[in-house]
C-alpha cells in the first residue's frame, strides 16, 4: 500500500519576526552575528520592540505580512526548521506533515493557518495552557546573514503524547531537526518518533540545525550515527564541529566511514552528496543577488527530501536542493515565494 506521506517533519513551532538591520543594530542590541541564541520571554518581547522600532525610526512601515518592492520592514510568518522544510515540499507538490507544539494563542491559530494554506497537514493539539507560541526575531544584515533570537515558548512544552504514531509510520521518510535537543521533552518525543519510524520501515533523517547546537549535543548526534541515522543534512561549519576538525577532507573521509545517506552544503561551494564510496559535487545553483540566507538549509532539505522520495539520483537530489535554496536566499523570509514545482520543471529536474 503506498504510504499517505513522503515526509513527516518533526520540529519546533515558530513564528518568525523578520527584519532588516545594521551591524550597528547587532552590537547596540548583543545579538550574536549569523547564529540562533535561545532567549527568554521578556528578552523576546525587548527584541520584538526594538525591531519594530529600528523600522519606524528609518520611516518605514512598521508592521507587514511582506516587505513591500523596495522597501524593507518587518515580515511575519509561520517558521522553524522543519517546518520550512514541509513548506518547500509541498510547493515542490509533495505529500508532507509536521508535528510541532504551538499554545492556543493568535500566533498558534497564524502557524496553523499558514501551514494548512501551503497544503502542509498540521494536526498537533495545541497546548491549553502554559507558555505561549514560540516567537523567533531574525535580524538580517545587508550581507544576507541571518541571526536569530528565539524564545522557544510552547515548543519546549512539546512531550511524547504530542507524537503521532500513525503519521510517522504513513511517511517514508522522517525529518528532524536538530534544535530539538535543546529542550529534554522534545527530545523524548523525537525518541518516541525515531522509534516508531523504526518500528514501520521509514527512513530517519537529522538536521544538525547550527555549529552551537552540534557543540552542546555532539556526542548525541554521533551516538544517533552510529545507531539510528539513515540521512544526515549540515552545512559544511556544523559538519566540520561534529568532527571537530577544520579541515573538510577529513568530514568527507569520516562520512564515507559511517555509510549512511550525507548531505553537506558549502554556500557558494554548492553542497557534497555522501553515501558510503559514493560522492557527488553538485555546484551551487546560480543567485543573482543574496538578499536574506535565512531557511537556506531548510529548503535545501527540502528539494533533496523531494529528490529522494520521488526516484531522483543522489546527484539530481542535491541539484534540486541547490535550486530550491537559491529560490529562497533571493528574498527575504524562509518561504519560497515562486512556485518550487514548476521552478524544478523549468530546470528540468522534475
Not at 546560480?286 to 531548510?298: E, I, L, W
Not at 528539494?303 to 526516484?311: E, I, M, P
Request: glycine share 12%.
Amino acid at each position: 500500500m503506498p504510504q499517505k506521506y513522503d515526509v513527516a517533519g518533526l520540529g519546533n513551532a515558530i513564528m518568525d519576526v523578520i527584519a532588516a538591520v545594521d551591524d550597528g543594530f547587532l552590537l547596540q542590541h548583543g545579538i550574536a552575528k549569523g547564529a540562533m541564541t535561545l532567549i527568554d520571554e521578556f528578552r523576546a518581547q525587548e527584541l520584538h520592540k526594538a525591531l519594530g522600532d529600528s523600522v519606524a525610526e528609518r520611516g518605514q512601515e512598521k508592521w507587514s505580512s511582506g516587505f513591500p518592492s523596495g522597501r524593507a520592514t518587518i515580515k511575519q510568518e509561520a517558521g522553524g526548521s522543519a517546518a520550512n522544510t514541509m513548506a518547500g515540499l509541498a510547493s515542490l507538490g509533495a505529500r508532507a506533515v509536521f508535528l510541532g507544539k504551538v499554545r492556543n494563542d493568535a500566533l498558534g491559530a497564524r502557524f496553523g493557518e499558514s501551514l494548512k494554506s501551503l497544503g502542509v497537514d498540521f494536526t498537533t493539539a495545541p497546548a491549553i495552557g502554559g507558555s505561549s507560541t514560540a516567537l523567533s526575531m531574525i535580524a538580517v544584515t545587508p550581507d544576507g546573514q541571518r541571526s536569530m533570537n528565539t524564545y522557544l515558548g510552547a515548543c519546549r512544552e512539546m512531550t511524547q503524547g504530542d507524537v503521532d504514531e500513525s503519521e510517522v509510520a504513513a511517511a517514508k521518510i522522517l525529518y528532524i531537526e536538530g534544535y530539538l535537543w535543546d529542550a529534554d521533552a522534545a527530545k523524548e518525543a523525537s525518541r518516541k518518533a525515531i522509534r516508531a519510524a523504526k518500528k514501520a520501515g521509514t527512513k530517519v533523517a537529522l538536521s544538525l540545525s547550527d555549529s552551537f547546537c552540534v557543540g552542546r549535543f555532539r556526542d548525541e548526534f554521533l551516538n544517533l550515527m552510529a545507531h539510528e541515522l539513515d540521512i544526515l543534512f549540515a552545512n559544511e561549519d556544523e559538519a566540520k564541529s561534529l568532527f571537530e576538525t577544520e579541515d573538510f577532507d577529513i568530514v568527507v573521509e569520516k562520512m564515507k566511514a559511517w555509510g549512511g545517506l550525507a548531505a553537506i552544503t558549502r554556500s557558494a561551494q554548492g553542497c557534497v552528496v555522501i553515501k558510503g564510496n559514493e560522492h557527488h559535487t553538485v555546484p551551487a545553483h546560480p543567485v543573482a543577488k543574496v538578499v536574506d540566507t535565512t531557511g537556506a538549509g531548510d529548503l535545501f532539505a527540502a528539494g533533496f527530501l523531494y529528490g529522494l522520495t520521488h526516484g531522483k539520483n543522489l546527484a539530481d537530489c542535491g541539484r534540486l536542493g541547490g535550486l530550491v535554496a537559491a529560490e529562497v536566499i533571493s528574498h527575504y523570509g524562509a518561504r519560497p515565494e515562486k512556485s518550487l514545482k514548476q521552478l524544478a520543471a523549468d530546470a528540468g529536474l522534475i
